[in-house]
């Protein structure tokens, strides 16, 4: 019976936090076109989520396409195949790991700075200093951080999978030896735009849905240390599953 009652609870409070994260996220696009006219707060945002994270996106997208091309060659020069390791590394990238990859890191990096820096302001009582002023923290504070996060999202996305097939032609063309025509021309030829625009619908659904969960959390996070900490680890967690959820359901969409 304690058990039983036990998986009552946690359902009930899934249920009221996925109802609470609704209606906030509801009310974060309601605001956002207004939130869009301070323009110079959004584009401040995209630069701390997007510019501040160039680093690791970049580092992280040349050996995870350094890695695909050892990997690629070692399958592929089994089956005669090495001259279709453009086409494997593409694919690849622009259809799972680059935004994949990017979302993780995203949610790790720019998410955990979101939340730790709205619960900040919340514990603060930068917060409830603005509802005394008559200024909605949802549309002044919330709104461009999350606009922010949907915009880098996928211009991060496209950043590694760049990068990624650079390192991939480094390691199969100036390693492996292959042919770089046979690289370059097959990979042309075999990707389409359907690819690329399903890549792209990944990666704006992962940034909209790290950068709700983001905000969501610092908002709502306990006016404590513990509670900012707590909150910025359940940003990680939460946004982590959020996205290879994700990426099972619109992959199997697309196929």
């Known amino acids: 019976m304690t058990l039983v009652a036990d998986l009552w609870n946690s359902l009930v409070e899934f249920t009221r936090k996925a109802g609470a994260f609704t209606l906030f996220t509801l009310k974060l696009l309601a605001v956002a076109p207004a939130a869009l006219r301070r323009f110079g707060l959004v584009v401040a945002q995209v630069h701390n989520t997007g510019a501040l994270s160039l680093v690791i996106i970049m580092l992280s997208g040349?050996?995870?396409?350094?890695?695909?091309?050892?990997?690629?060659?070692?399958?592929?020069?089994?089956?005669?195949?090495?001259?279709?390791?453009?086409?494997?590394v593409a694919l690849a990238l622009l259809k799972e790991l680059g935004p994949v990859v990017t979302a993780l890191l995203f949610a790790g990096r720019?998410?955990?700075?979101?939340?730790?820096?709205?619960?900040?302001?919340?514990?603060?009582?930068?917060?409830?200093?603005?509802?005394?002023?008559?200024?909605?923290?949802?549309?002044r504070v919330c709104a461009p951080r999350f606009l922010g996060g949907?915009?880098?999202?996928?211009?991060?996305?496209?950043?590694?999978?760049?990068?990624?097939?650079?390192?991939?032609?480094?390691?199969?063309?100036?390693?492996?030896?292959?042919?770089?025509?046979?690289f370059w021309s097959q990979m042309r030829?075999?990707?389409?735009?359907?690819?690329?625009?399903?890549?792209?619908?990944?990666?704006?659904?992962?940034?909209?849905?790290?950068s709700a969960i983001a905000v969501y959390e610092g908002f709502h996070a306990a006016p404590t240390a513990e509670g900012v900490g707590r909150a910025t680890t359940r940003t990680v967690v939460t946004s982590s599953v959020?996205?290879?959820?994700?990426?099972?359901m619109l992959t199997a969409v697309f196929l």
């Open 62 to 88: 040349l050996f995870v396409g350094m890695v695909l091309g050892l990997q690629g060659y070692d399958l592929l020069q089994r089956f005669g195949s090495e001259e279709a390791l453009g086409v494997a």
């Open 150 to 182: 949907v915009v880098a999202m996928p211009l991060l996305a496209a950043i590694f999978s760049m990068i990624g097939l650079f390192g991939a032609q480094l390691v199969g063309v100036q390693l492996m030896g292959v042919d770089p025509g046979q």
């Open 189 to 210: 030829g075999a990707v389409g735009l359907e690819d690329v625009m399903e890549g792209v619908v990944k990666s704006i659904v992962f940034g909209f849905a790290c």
């Open 110 to 139: 720019a998410g955990t700075a979101l939340t730790s820096e709205i619960g900040l302001m919340k514990a603060t009582d930068q917060l409830s200093a603005m509802e005394m002023m008559a200024v909605d923290p949802v549309k």
């Open 242 to 248: 959020a996205v290879l959820v994700l990426d099972y």
